[in-house]
């Protein structure tokens, strides 16, 4: 089994950074693939940025270049860098973890983190 535990989250200005972490135990994190998904109220989940175990990468679109998605294989972590952050990324923010990477980007990963809070203000 996989546990995924999230932290980094916060409230920040529009315009201002945070990283956040995903740390995982309970298996060989080099293994899985990852993702950042994320949730506001009242809007469905959505995928923020994806990772493979050979580091492959992917995006969502409105990410526009302004966030990171990196992986620590040595630590058995995973990070979004998030950069030039607008209110509208006001979300909680999760992290998931499958062997397969197909089954992050569906939305439907065997392992879910419990989320983390990130906060923009005008």
């Known amino acids: 089994q996989v546990q995924l535990v999230e932290s980094g989250g916060g409230l920040v200005q529009a315009g201002g950074s945070l990283r956040l972490s995903c740390a995982a135990s309970g298996s060989i994190f080099s293994r899985n693939s990852m993702g950042w998904y994320r949730q506001a109220p009242g809007k469905q989940r959505e995928l923020v940025a994806a990772?493979?175990?050979?580091?492959?990468?992917n995006y969502a679109d409105f990410v526009k270049g302004r966030f990171t998605i990196s992986r620590d294989n040595a630590k058995n972590t995973m990070y979004l860098q998030m950069n030039s952050l607008k209110p509208e990324d006001t979300a909680v923010y999760y992290c998931a973890a499958d062997f397969l990477i197909a089954a992050v980007l569906r939305g439907t990963p065997g392992y879910w983190g419990q989320g983390t809070q990130v906060t923009v203000s005008s």
């Open positions: 990772i493979t175990s050979a580091g492959r990468i």
